[in-house]
């Protein structure tokens, strides 16, 4: 074990992870757990620590522009470089060389982000490097690096707003600063979802959370933000379903998450299958041959509709095979404990209940009553900005990277809070998606493909589609 030397008197981590996990699969208010990494050797994981490991291994850096836009710069928006950390790293001291893979972007107009790297990919050669990251401290034996992503970034990269459709997270953050800004799951009418870009497992914002144009999008200022600044050594627990827009405000930043599987994720499988199908197919039919433009880089299988099928058959089977399996083992510890087992079964559709239950109603009664009364200094809960006076100072958490520290001042629950919102006059016409064939500029009431999955693909759609889909084929058993 890791700094097995030290006193455990001096470094007793707050939370088993027993305990840990419990918080987490309860939780449904984002918080910052502290003093609980100071012993991974991840922590040491800076930009140029890693650029030694990686040894000149090229990483795909997405480059967007410092200047904010009342429009989010979407990744299908964006430009990429192929470069190595070294030469990320010259270029982010504005020591570019013209020859370098940066030569086309101001340092001082443009930002890098090297997001979502997967370990698996990153560190194929270096698996070593997988127990660097000890993600059983917070009660999931055997998860470490395996399961993780890394971020790598320059002053101001972001990621625009969105929600992920899987699973909770947990952010580590590693070198520099992020803040975040967090929206709850009834928030979304406010927040404006479209699946456009496709990414599978990601809703978007078409908001610019940070600059939001309040003329066209005027339920955003009904949002309930939750701000606050992630520094090294802490680590970020984001419920599912929270929206979130992460951005870096150091010069570098490096971080690491994983997203923990949930039974809710079932379902939620089965939703994706139907949002893709459903966005490629009238996006293919509106223009077959520019598919990047509607569909997201990380998006790089084949979108056909043959493929797209088995998709969807592949995500029901699944779901079915969970409630099998649940029923399974719901008989056995019924006969174990020596119960009558009623002779009618659990249907598919209270499973779907129990499933969105899940997260409403018994999490939100165990979070409020018990793991409250877990906050403090080692578990600091994500507070919306609206219940203080907002300020553009927001104070900053403080940081465990370096060991056991006195956790009553610094690690004191100083949230920074949101940037006040500025109204921007006008629509923006650019950001209007439309077909080319299109003879003259669209009404306001003109209605476009992208209008029209808005509807089909909101997330509430999709839900109920999914349920009657599984509801039908239920029957059939």
């Known amino acids: 074990m890791p700094y097995s030397s030290l006193s455990l008197g001096e470094c007793v981590k707050p939370f088993t992870p027993e305990k840990a996990k419990e918080i987490i699969m309860s939780l449904q208010q984002p918080a910052i757990f502290c003093n609980m990494v100071f012993d991974w050797p991840a922590q040491h994981w800076t930009a140029e620590h890693l650029s030694r490991v990686l040894q000149g291994k090229q990483i795909r850096f997405r480059m967007g522009l410092r200047s904010t836009d009342t429009v989010p710069q979407f990744e ?7 470069a190595t950390l070294e030469e990320f790293l010259t270029w982010n001291c504005d020591q ?5 893979p940066f030569k086309d972007y101001d340092h001082s107009k443009f930002w890098a982000y090297a997001d979502y790297k997967y370990f698996v990919n990153l560190f194929e050669d270096k698996t070593n490097v997988f127990q660097e990251v000890m993600w059983s401290d917070f009660g ?69 959370v940070v600059n939001p144009d309040l003329e066209r999008f005027p339920q955003f200022q009904k949002a309930r933000r939750h701000t606050v600044t992630l520094s090294p050594g802490q680590v970020l627990f984001v419920p599912r379903h929270w929206w979130h827009y992460v951005e870096s405000i150091d010069p570098v930043t490096v971080s690491i998450n994983s997203w923990i599987e949930l039974e809710e994720d079932h379902l939620a499988r089965v939703e994706e299958a139907i949002t893709r199908m459903l966005v490629c197919a009238l996006k293919t039919a509106e223009d077959p041959h520019h598919p990047r433009a509607w569909l997201n880089p990380t998006e790089v299988e084949e979108t056909s509709h043959e493929v797209n099928c088995c998709y969807l058959n592949d995500a029901v089977c699944a779901f079915f095979d969970h409630c099998g399996k649940a029923k399974e083992v719901e008989t056995q510890a019924l006969r174990a404990n020596g119960e009558k087992w009623r002779k009618e079964e659990p249907s598919v559709q209270e499973h779907m209940e129990v499933e969105q239950a899940h997260s409403q109603s018994f999490t939100v009664r165990t979070g409020k009553q018990e793991v409250a009364s877990q906050f403090g200094p080692d578990l600091v809960p ?8 907002p300020s553009e100072k927001g104070g900053i958490l403080g940081s465990d990277s370096k060991g056991c520290i006195d956790r ?43 209008d029209l999955l808005d509807c089909l693909v909101n997330p509430q759609v999709t839900r109920m589609v999914a349920q009657l889909l599984i509801q039908g084929k239920s029957l059939r058993f």
């Open 76 to 82: 299908t928006a964006c430009s990429y470089v192929d």
């Open 96 to 100: 570019s060389s013209v020859s370098g």
């Open 140 to 208: 999931f034996p055997g998860r470490n690096g395996q399961e993780s992503t890394l971020w790598i970034g320059s002053l101001g990269a972001h990621t625009p707003c969105h929600l992920d459709s899987y699973g909770c997270n947990l952010v580590f953050q590693v070198q520099g600063r992020k803040r975040w800004h967090l929206f709850p799951p009834e928030d979304m009418p406010f927040l404006y979802p479209t699946r456009i870009p496709y990414e599978e497992s990601s809703v978007f914002s078409k908001i610019n």
């Open 382 to 389: 994500v507070t919306p900005a609206s219940e203080d006076r």
């Open 408 to 450: 009553d001042k610094e690690h004191s629950a100083e949230l920074s809070y949101a940037r006040r919102q500025q109204a921007s006059i006008g629509a923006s016409a650019a950001s209007e998606q439309v077909t080319s064939r299109c003879p003259v500029a669209p009404s306001p009431t003109f209605v476009s493909t992208d």
